[in-house]
């Protein structure tokens, strides 16, 4: 425990400012290690240093609460399993051993099945955009999930240029 933490808990415990404690304000001590006791980060996002005005906006604090909440966590889940029963969907025939011959599954791109594929890389890069832009790099980075989000999302953006250029698309 840091000398700055020390202080603070015998601040607390010393109500009455008299520089002891008593037996009273010691037995308050339970109530003070329930207290969660954590710094405040100091650092702030590119939105909050840069474009302050923007940081204290009503629709950027909406955006940002939007962002931060379950529901937004709850809505991204519910579109990676969307997006698994696209592909399940898409290549069922392949991965039960049948060649059904349909033109759906051809090698072109314009198929439903790619248009789909690329809506849902377009809302995963706006996932990692939002969340990056509202919580800074460095806090986005500290979440697990959120580094395996990046990680799937940089690879379906590359897999995705793959299929592009394979295709002569990007030709």
């Known amino acids: 425990m840091s000398s700055e933490e020390k202080s603070i808990i015998y601040a607390l415990l010393d109500k009455n400012g008299s520089d002891s404690i008593c037996l009273d304000e010691f037995l308050d001590w339970s109530l003070v290690m329930l207290l969660n006791l954590s710094k405040e980060s100091d650092y702030a996002t590119l939105v909050e240093t840069k474009l302050s005005y923007v940081y204290h906006s009503q629709w950027y604090t909406q955006l940002s609460d939007a962002v931060k909440s379950n529901r937004f966590d709850t809505a991204i889940d519910v579109i990676l399993v969307l997006n698994a029963m696209t592909i399940l969907m898409q290549d069922y025939s392949m991965l039960v051993g049948h060649d059904t011959g349909d033109p759906e599954n051809d090698e072109t791109l314009d198929t439903k099945w790619e248009k789909l594929e690329t809506l849902f890389t377009a809302l995963y890069v706006l996932e990692v955009m ?42």
């Open 130 to 171: 939002l969340k990056v832009t509202i919580n800074g790099w460095k806090k986005y980075k500290e979440s697990a999930r959120n580094l395996f989000d990046f990680f799937v999302t940089c690879m379906t953006i590359l897999a995705s240029f793959y299929v592009y250029c394979e295709c002569g698309v990007l030709q």
